[in-house]
């Protein structure tokens, strides 16, 4: 009888831990963890918070973007200077697709979309008429 009872108690001990809701991972004290975990072009998304003093920064990898930035303001008032998105959502249905995003593989323009490498001449999209611009038209 007592068997039953210890494994009774334990049964209950961990029903009750499963049905405990996890603690929600918040970023910058504001942004959900959850809300930039996704599948974008078979890659995985996610945000990372990272801290310097009193600076903190909210980082996705998704194009580099920086979602949060909070700083100290004069008066030690905490101030969050970046007008991020969020959630990954956001950011693909943003009006400009580009909103936040790091500069793609090219920092500028590819002239005509063509250049020439080793003898071998290589042609890009073109995504800002008539040029080449950051990377492509998705950036990649």
Do not use: W
């Amino acid at each position: 009888m007592r068997n039953v009872f210890i494994l009774l108690g334990i049964t209950v001990l961990l029903l009750t831990a499963c049905n405990q809701n996890p603690k929600e991972q918040l970023i910058c004290g504001m942004l959900k963890e959850a809300d930039f975990k996704s599948m974008i072009n078979g890659k995985e998304t996610a945000i990372y918070e990272l801290k310097n003093g009193d600076i903190t920064m909210a980082v996705t990898n998704y194009g580099g973007r920086i979602v949060s930035l909070l700083v100290p303001g004069k008066n030690g008032e905490m101030a969050d200077v970046v007008l991020g998105f969020p959630s990954i959502d956001a950011y693909l249905n943003a009006k400009e697709v580009f909103h936040g995003a790091l500069i793609g593989r090219v920092g500028n323009r590819i002239a005509k979309g063509k250049f020439t490498l080793n003898n071998i001449e290589y042609t890009l999209p073109i995504n800002n008429d008539p040029n080449h611009l950051h990377g492509g038209p998705d950036g990649s």
